[in-house]
């Protein structure tokens, strides 16, 4: 139900907008046969008024989207890490030929020989 929300309340302010300019141009042109220049304050207040009012709740319905958008990927990121972190097994490892395992440091990138815990080059604890 809330899904595109955003998406919404941006469609619902451009939607509004453009009626109150279509009314207030309408109700305008009308006013200026009948009153004179009073119809052209009308326009341009319909215009002006309806351009304030909408340009907030826009920046309402933009600003939810960028949140969500900021909430997935972090969610996602952290779906990643987390998926990253669960699979403590040999993938770590490549083992050669003569069954020796090779490893590459997450810190330095470098290969490191043996079941170690230690980065040979670095220091880094895994």
Same mark, same amino acid.
């Given at each position: 139900?809330? #899904?595109?929300?955003?998406?919404?309340? #941006?469609?619902?302010?451009?939607?509004?907008?453009?009626?109150?300019?279509?009314?207030?141009?309408?109700?305008?042109?009308?006013?200026?046969? &009948?009153?004179?220049?009073?119809?052209?304050?009308?326009?341009?207040?319909?215009?002006?008024?309806?351009?304030?009012?909408?340009?907030?709740?826009?920046?309402?319905?933009?600003?939810? &989207?960028?949140?969500?958008?900021?909430?997935?990927?972090?969610?996602? #990121?952290?779906?990643? !890490?987390?998926?990253?972190?669960?699979?403590?097994?040999? !993938? &770590?490892?490549?083992?050669?030929?003569?069954?020796?395992?090779?490893?590459?440091?997450? #810190?330095?990138?470098?290969?490191?020989?043996? &079941?170690?815990?230690?980065?040979?080059?670095?220091?880094?604890?895994?």
């Amino acid at each position: 139900m809330f #899904k595109n929300c955003g998406s919404t309340v #941006k469609g619902i302010a451009l939607i509004n907008f453009w009626l109150m300019v279509i009314a207030g141009v309408i109700v305008g042109i009308w006013l200026l046969s &009948e009153e004179g220049p009073v119809g052209l304050l009308v326009i341009s207040g319909a215009v002006i008024g309806g351009w304030l009012e909408n340009v907030a709740l826009y920046t309402i319905g933009d600003t939810w &989207e960028r949140v969500k958008n900021i909430e997935s990927s972090v969610t996602e #990121k952290t779906i990643d !890490d987390n998926d990253d972190d669960d699979d403590e097994t040999d !993938d &770590e490892y490549v083992y050669t030929g003569s069954g020796e395992a090779i490893w590459l440091c997450p #810190k330095c990138q470098k290969e490191n020989s043996g &079941e170690i815990s230690v980065c040979q080059h670095c220091g880094f604890h895994v």
